[in-house]
């Protein structure tokens, strides 16, 4: 393999940047990444761990830079990705744990990260078909109860997951890690409460608002009569009036005890469940 120092210091072994120190403007700029503004003005983000980087790339999202520790230098399955990496044009690195550690900022990380370019579906390409649901969250502002949401809403077979509002990134690196590499696999739309309402006006769904107020149990509604967007409100102060009035059922998970509400993430757990109860089977598992 050819061997020489770059401009900016990095040895680079063949297509591979050899970075050790914490001062190298790569790595710098991938740190930068850890903000939600450089993630919205430069459109990327952090992934971490071999599993969802290579889950990555198998569905097709673009990687800009794989970032490896020295200590899985060699491992076959590592070797595959940097390659695919610089196949499509990509940076690969092979960074120390102690530039690893302050690029994910946490103790004893992941032998392997990754910079993919961020994707989003524009809500005016969602046309619920029959079969399909939604989850909309209303300014959803905690990153771990996103990126539960994320994942259970794959794991239960959902179409998608609209932001509505001012809500928490899905591409914050706690996020995409509480997604456990869901956020790849399901698609996340952002709107604001007026094009949400338009958008809804012109497709065939039906709106489930989930409201503490809401009289209906969510046990009764008919969810195979249409593609069903399911309502969620925002942890501190739940579904404004001005989204729950444009629904058409606001339904209640009952309880008992003293808990005044359930979590946001737990809440939307047991809706997706109900609402897809009559397409989940073991069988397809
Ligand atoms: N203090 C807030 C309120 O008054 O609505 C509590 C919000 S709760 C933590 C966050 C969201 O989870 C709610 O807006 C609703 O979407 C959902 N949720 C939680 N418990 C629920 C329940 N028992 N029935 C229906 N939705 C619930």
């Not at 076959?76 to 744990?97: F, H, R, W, Y």
């Not at 078909?129 to 990153?143: C, F, I």
Request: hydrophobic share 45%; proline share 4%; aromatic share 6%.
């Amino acid at each position: 393999m050819s061997e020489y120092y770059g401009q900016d210091g990095a040895r680079r072994v063949g297509q591979v940047k050899e970075v050790t120190s914490l001062a190298n403007p790569i790595v710098k700029d991938i740190k930068t990444l850890m903000n939600k503004k450089a993630r919205e003005e430069s459109g990327a983000f952090i992934a971490e761990g071999l599993k969802l980087v290579i889950d990555a790339i198998e569905l097709g999202w673009v990687i800009r830079t794989l970032i490896y520790a020295k200590a899985a230098k060699g491992k076959p399955l590592v070797e595959k990705i940097a390659a695919k990496t610089v196949a499509s044009g990509g940076l690969v690195l092979e960074v120390s744990e102690k530039v690893m550690s302050s690029i994910v900022r946490r103790d004893n990380p992941q032998m392997v990260a990754g910079v993919f370019e961020q994707r989003w579906k524009p809500l005016s390409a969602i046309r619920p078909q029959q079969g399909e649901t939604y989850v909309a969250l209303d300014r959803v502002r905690d990153p771990g109860n996103l990126g539960t949401i994320i994942r259970t809403a794959d794991a239960a077979g959902a179409s998608g997951v609209i932001l509505v509002g001012d809500c928490t990134d899905p591409f914050a690196v706690e996020t995409v890690r509480a997604t456990m590499g869901s956020v790849f696999a399901l698609p996340v739309s952002q709107a604001s409460v007026a094009d949400f309402l338009a958008w809804r006006k012109g497709a065939d769904v039906q709106i489930v608002a989930t409201h503490l107020a809401g009289s209906v149990d969510y046990r009764t509604v008919d969810y195979k009569k249409k593609p069903t967007v399911l309502l969620m409100g925002n942890e501190q102060s739940g579904l404004p009036d001005e989204l729950a009035g444009k629904a058409d059922q606001r339904v209640r998970i009952p309880q008992q005890g003293r808990a005044d509400s359930l979590n946001l993430a737990v809440a939307t757990a047991v809706m997706l469940y109900e609402a897809r109860r009559h397409l989940l089977s073991l069988d397809e598992a």
